[in-house]
């Protein structure tokens, strides 16, 4: 379970699909807390472990802790 009531997204600057799943959010009124691993390289090793060992965003983790990998499957993998 995610530890506060905002879903969590591990993003990347040079990903465009975690801009469309941003505006997906915004556009549906849902927070979100935004993480990006290139300011916070250690953060990494989390999306490693949400995705099982890939580098990919975005990673979004919802409030539910359910675990979604991409943007409607598809993401920017940087392994």
């Known amino acids: ?6 879903n ?4 990347h600057p040079t990903c ?7 505006e997906d959010l915004q556009s549906q009124n849902e927070t979100f807390e935004e ?3 290139s300011i916070h390289p250690e953060l990494w090793k989390e999306v490693e472990q949400l995705s099982g060992g890939d580098r990919i965003t975005p990673v979004l983790v919802r409030t539910d802790g359910t675990v979604e990998i991409g943007y409607k499957g598809i993401g920017c993998n940087y392994g």
């Open 35 to 37: 993480l990006d691993v």
């Open 1 to 6: 379970m995610n530890k506060n009531n905002k």
């Open 8 to 11: 969590i997204i591990y993003t």
């Open 16 to 22: 465009g699909y975690c801009d469309l799943l941003k």
